[in-house]
């Protein structure tokens, strides 16, 4: 009897360790990904400029603007200086192509019981828009240093199931 609860207890530990097909589908859309391209749409936010144009208030769009472009900045930089999991583009959000992974950055604002938090989540999305991976970090202000932590820690977690495919596949 304490052999067959020994069998059964490896198989429980065995099965819930290895993943579902939603995980192994992940993995696959990991190892497209490493020899593909993963494109950074960058805002450019023209609808929200032009409407506060159409309506003469010209500070907020060029605020608006600036806000923009500063971010954009960032982002592109957070991507160059820590990004080496695929090949990376760079695009406009008005010249999205069809392409099979993109970056996404979801950002909700006061967050948590401070009203100055903000919950910054990077995902990478394939074509049909799922996440195949993400990660996040509660913030303040200083999204530049967020940019750069989430961009590093996406690129590790990419790393970690590219390896996790391949030990699996016996390669």
């Keep these: 009897m304490n052999k067959y609860f020994f069998y059964f207890c490896i198989t429980i ?10 995980g192994l589908m992940k993995l696959e859309d990991v190892q497209a990904l490493k020899g593909d ?25 060029n605020r608006l603007q600036k806000e923009t472009d500063s971010f954009n900045l960032k982002l592109e930089k957070a991507f160059k200086e820590n990004y080496r999991f ?9 010249e999205q192509k069809d392409v099979s992974f993109y970056a996404t950055i979801d950002i909700t604002e006061n967050y948590g019981e401070r009203g100055n938090q903000y919950l910054v989540q990077l995902n990478i999305r394939n074509k049909n828009g799922e996440i195949v991976e993400n990660t996040f970090k509660e ?20 790393d970690r199931k590219y390896t996790q495919a391949k030990k699996m596949q016996g390669r």
């Design 86 to 94: 695929s090949d990376l583009q760079f695009a406009m959000d008005s």
């Design 13 to 22: 530990i065995l099965s819930s360790c290895s993943p579902g097909i939603v």
């Design 37 to 61: 391209t993963l494109y950074v749409f960058l805002s450019d936010r023209e609808s929200d400029i032009n409407l506060h144009k159409k309506y003469n208030q010209n500070r907020r769009a």
């Design 139 to 158: 913030s303040s202000t200083d999204t530049n240093y967020n940019l750069n932590y989430l961009v590093k820690q996406l690129n590790r977690k990419l």
